[in-house]
């Protein structure tokens, strides 16, 4: 077989370069979204050095227009609208990450366990994310704080455990079909476990779409936590959130309308920042796609 | 290398899938990809399974891998029940025991280079001290005629026939006793092909393998294989030492299958008249009564349609299941004119 050694050489490629950094280098919408997520990390973790003022200070300056003071107004109780968006981002981001973090680890659990053993296992999963995705997500989390109570902590479980059907269902229907694929069959004649052929063989190769699914749900839970403070059933009325801060603005839309428009602002570029990073990490984690240089 | 004492005997197995129906996915039927199929492949020996697609080769195969469960029968590997293993034999029968898949683009994991392909499995049974992984990588990719630098190249960066070729060392990384080549070469181009007989081959001679070979090209198969069993509709038509199944099949099916073979030679092509063998696999849900074969033969008569034949003896070691080929007589055995009007009735 020396014969044929030859001939390969020539396709191997040089010196394989890290593929987020050689991907991240050809993708601009994933470079402006890194910076743009960068810098929200970056205002939630010095909120407090960065705010000009307390974000719930009272001053009888109240619905003021921008100013060099006020760079965003102030809203009807006179607070600094820059100060409270600040301060929001701390928490918008935290339920945005850790309510999907959640979701993911047990979607990722139900979805393998039941696509890959079948038979009650799956029936018993697949009855109850069915059921749960009878309802929209939205309503199970109103549902869940409404018996839970608000508070910070009750607003991540509810959201998380509401987000979990669509975990479950992406990871049941990658394993279903990857359980089928001849490396795992090859995995279970060399002998591996359960465990090492599930999350070494199945998850990696299930992660495309997972990424695809997370980075929607972070969006969504944003969007979630905003939805809940909109109806007072968020953290609660004195920790400023992007939500909140918009559903106190609304009833001054008329009025002053950078009461309405900043914190969507802020909301909106956040979710589009973070849906251009979750292409580009799709991009990067997909060994199959060429990287050039 | 060849010795009488098999590695391998398949017992009467049978493996069937059951067909659900109705909200509460009740078991309505079943079907029976493999229909009571017992052979035995002796050590050192190269044993060839063919067939047409359906006819239930792989489910052999993936049960002597024990990746599907028969529902009766037995599968003794070096006379031990593989189903009665316990979790430590188990674990030695998966090390001797290790396949080569058929499909080069879905045997390998997407998301592994080759080095960590072929070394996971030292890695996780700890076979090969850790330092000595590497050359032991290098070591498989040279047997199976592949560059040490093929260890960092990604599946999708290799060719059929060379990820065939990383399939290969990676069942070779167990040091395995016997290997179940599940169709191992259909998938690749004809030059390909030959060379990866010839890598089966040369690796059979020098590690003394056993080779149980799956698949539906007669040529590759003839010149593999020691002994050959021809397989119809999960059950075994007719088997037989390679050379004297090619030269003198008895089964009709058997006959057909040869002849359906492409002879190189054009002069011998235009000069000889071959009898196309008609109609479909039956479905083997409902299967057909008495021989599964006598929709599609010549030689049916009433008689077939009525009872299965078993496999009879026409001379050693070579079995036919056919009533009309005269290895076999049952007590209402009758003349051979019925065929002529019926024969090719469905």
Redesign the interface.
């Given at each position: 077989m020396t014969d044929t050694a030859q001939t390969y050489e020539a396709e191997i490629p040089a010196k394989r370069r890290s593929r987020f950094t050689a991907t991240l280098a050809h993708d601009r919408k994933a470079q402006v979204g890194l910076a743009v997520l960068l810098l929200f990390a970056f205002a939630a973790v010095f909120a407090p050095w960065l705010a000009p003022f307390d974000p719930n200070a009272m001053t009888m300056d109240m619905m003021s227009g921008l100013s060099w003071t006020h760079p965003l107004g102030t809203d009807d109780l006179g607070r600094d609208l820059f100060s409270r968006i600040l301060h929001g981002t701390q928490v918008s981001l935290l339920i945005g990450v850790s309510t999907v973090l959640i979701a993911l680890v047990i979607g990722i659990a139900l979805g393998l366990v039941a696509g890959y053993f079948g038979g009650w296992v799956d029936q018993i999963v697949m009855r109850y994310i069915d059921l749960q995705w009878a309802f929209p997500n939205f309503i199970i989390a109103v549902y869940l704080v409404a018996v839970f109570g608000t508070g910070l902590l009750n607003v991540i479980v509810a959201l998380s455990l509401a987000f979990i059907d669509d975990f479950a269902r992406i990871v049941r229907s990658m394993t279903l079909s990857l359980r089928e694929e001849q490396y795992v069959d090859a995995a279970r004649t060399l002998g591996f476990s359960k465990a090492r052929i599930l999350f070494i063989h199945i998850l990696p190769n299930a992660v495309a779409p997972i990424i695809v699914q997370a980075t929607v749900s972070v969006s969504y839970a944003i969007l979630g936590e905003a939805s809940l403070s909109f109806l007072g059933l968020g953290v609660d009325a004195y920790t400023p959130t992007w939500g909140l801060i918009l559903a106190d603005g609304r009833g001054f839309i008329t009025q002053a309308w950078w009461l309405g428009v900043f914190p969507g602002l802020a909301i909106m570029l956040v979710v589009l920042a973070i849906n251009f990073v979750g292409d580009w990490l799709r991009d990067a984690l997909d060994v199959r796609q060429a990287v050039e240089g | 290398m060849r010795s009488d004492d098999p590695i391998l005997e398949v017992q009467g197995l049978e493996v069937g899938f059951p067909i659900r129906k109705g909200l509460f996915q009740r078991p309505v039927a079943e079907v029976k990809a493999v229909n009571g199929v017992s052979f035995s492949v002796p050590r050192g020996s190269a044993f060839g399974l063919v067939g047409e697609s359906g006819c239930g080769k792989t489910t052999v195969a993936?049960a002597v891998?024990?990746?599907v469960e028969p529902t009766a029968g037995r599968v003794l590997f070096d006379g031990q029940d593989v189903a009665r293993m316990d979790a430590a034999a188990?674990?030695r029968f998966?090390?001797k025991?290790?396949?080569v898949?058929?499909?080069p683009f879905?045997?390998?994991?997407?998301?592994m280079s080759t080095g960590r392909i072929l070394s996971?499995?030292m890695r996780?049974?700890g076979m090969t001290p850790g330092p000595g992984i590497k050359a032991e990588v290098r070591r498989l990719l040279d047997i199976?005629?592949?560059?040490a630098?093929?260890a960092?190249?990604?599946p999708?960066?290799?060719s059929g026939g060379?990820r065939q070729r990383v399939?290969i060392a990676?069942a070779l990384?167990?040091n395995p006793e016997l290997i179940v080549c599940d169709e191992a070469v259909s998938a690749l181009d004809v030059s390909i092909q030959a060379?990866v007989v010839?890598?089966l081959e040369?690796l059979q001679k020098e590690l003394g393998l056993t080779y149980l070979f799956i698949g539906h090209d007669l040529s590759v198969v003839r010149h593999l294989c020691d002994e050959v069993a021809v397989m119809y509709l999960g059950r075994i038509a007719e088997t037989a030492p390679s050379d004297r199944l090619f030269a003198h099949p008895r089964h009709p099916y058997t006959q057909a299958l040869i002849d359906a073979v492409p002879n190189p030679d054009p002069d011998f092509e235009a000069g000889r008249e071959i009898e196309p063998l008609e109609g479909e696999v039956p479905n083997p849900a409902d299967p057909p009564s008495g021989c599964f074969f006598h929709p599609r033969c010549r030689l049916a008569t009433d008689h077939c349609r009525q009872e299965a034949p078993p496999l009879g003896q026409i001379s050693s070691g070579h079995l036919a299941a056919c009533w009309e080929t005269g290895a076999i007589t049952s007590t209402n055995h009758h003349s051979r004119d019925a065929n002529e009007n019926t024969g090719r009735q469905r």
């Open positions: - | 993936r891998l024990q990746l188990l674990q998966r090390g025991v290790q396949a898949f058929q499909d879905s045997s390998l994991n997407p998301r996971e499995p996780v049974h199976c005629g592949l560059p630098r093929f960092d190249l990604y999708h960066e290799m060379q399939g990676r990384a167990m060379q010839n890598l040369e």
